[in-house]
């Protein structure tokens, strides 16, 4: 490198060093005239505020909608209209076994009498030959007519009893757990149990019939 070369650098070099303002030659300016002024001459720092809204009245309150089940479809019943209640009759007088969509834990089953239900778990309290009865349902109908509910169907304008016939458990599974590079292998074991139901009564109540205990 020539000498003029290195000199130029040098001089740019201290240029920009003696050009170039310290941390303390910018803030000395500030620190010289509040260090003079009384704290009560001292400008409060700017807050900012929010404007307040006024609470909403009653009748602008969001409408809350129902709590959805597991399934997708909220926990409400659709109540029989007279036009339901005047039909009801065809439905129930139509010969043959009535189908019914019912709702057990979000899972849907459609059954008839007669029909097995096998849970995909086990039925807490329950032992073999209690008598359950399931009030929810989708849609119940025969041959011609079909009743649907929005989404679930009146509970007082069916019935439907299933008898527990016990609990049931899958074959022993073996699962092998392995890390890469690691001869340790880890094996687990797993059993579920199932509880199996079977719907011994498909009813349709007309209105003013009374319940069977």
């Not at 001089?11 to 005239?33: C, G, I, K, M």
């Not at 010969?95 to 089953?109: F, N, S, V």
């Not at 092998?176 to 009564?201: A, P």
């Amino acid at each position: 490198m020539s000498r003029t070369l290195l000199r130029s650098l040098l001089e740019l070099r201290a240029t920009a060093t003696t050009t170039r303002p310290t941390t303390s030659q910018l803030l000395r300016p500030f620190l010289v005239r509040h260090l003079h002024q009384t704290p009560s001459q001292i400008d409060p720092l700017p807050q900012q505020t929010q404007p307040q809204q006024p609470p909403p009245s009653p009748n602008q309150l969001p409408a809350v909608s129902p709590i959805p089940r597991c399934g997708g479809a909220p926990r409400t019943t659709s109540p029989a209209t007279p036009e339901t209640l005047s039909l009801l009759p065809l439905l129930a007088h139509q010969p043959g076994k009535k189908y019914l969509q019912l709702y057990i834990q979000g899972q849907a089953y459609l059954v008839t009498p007669g029909d097995q239900i096998r849970l995909p778990f086990k039925m807490p309290g329950v032992a073999p030959g209690d008598v359950l009865r399931l009030n929810r349902a989708t849609a119940i109908g025969s041959r011609d007519f079909t009743l649907k509910g929005q989404p679930y169907v009146d509970e007082n304008l069916f019935e439907c009893r299933a008898v527990v016939e016990g609990t049931e458990a899958e074959p022993m599974r073996l699962k092998i757990k392995k890390k890469q590079r690691c001869r340790r292998t880890k094996t687990v074991r797993s059993k579920h149990k199932y509880t199996v139901l079977r719907v011994s009564e498909v009813r349709i109540k007309l209105p003013g019939q009374e319940e069977e205990v």
